[in-house]
């Protein structure tokens, strides 16, 4: 049974810092999977965050979070990591640890239980 453990949420004010880590186990190879996070704010859809895909060691972000949050994988740890910086009150949120073969919140094959972002103005 594959479980993606995330941990690393809490609450903060703005301008600071968290570090999200998430680690994989189970039976799955950890690197033919894209892995990243996902967030869902109150009343809004999840949207992803930034994700490493498959084969790749290249990072992509959404927009918003673009030089602020890094995303770092660690295959043989099969650990994945967001380090989020100069956070923003719109950065409150539950924020999910995934993986999966097709990286859009409809297609994902491997959900992590979600830990809470707050970021205080």
């Known amino acids: 049974e594959v479980q993606l453990q995330a941990s690393g949420g809490g609450v903060v004010q703005a301008g600071g810092s968290l570090r999200l880590s998430c680690a994989a186990s189970?039976?799955?190879?950890?690197?033919?999977?894209?892995i990243g996070w996902f967030r869902q704010a109150p009343g809004k859809e999840r949207e992803g965050v930034a994700c490493?895909?498959?084969?790749?060691?290249?990072?992509h972000y959404e927009n918003s979070v673009k030089g602020r949050f890094a995303l770092s994988k660690n295959s043989a740890k099969k650990t994945v990591s967001l380090q989020m910086n100069n956070l923003k009150p719109e950065d409150t949120a539950v924020y999910y640890c995934a993986a999966s073969l097709v990286f859009t919140p409809d297609n994902i094959n491997y959900w992590g239980e979600g830990t809470q972002v707050t970021v205080s103005s």
């Open positions: 189970g039976g799955f190879t950890f690197d033919d999977y894209g």
């Open positions: 490493i895909s498959a084969g790749e060691n290249v990072a």
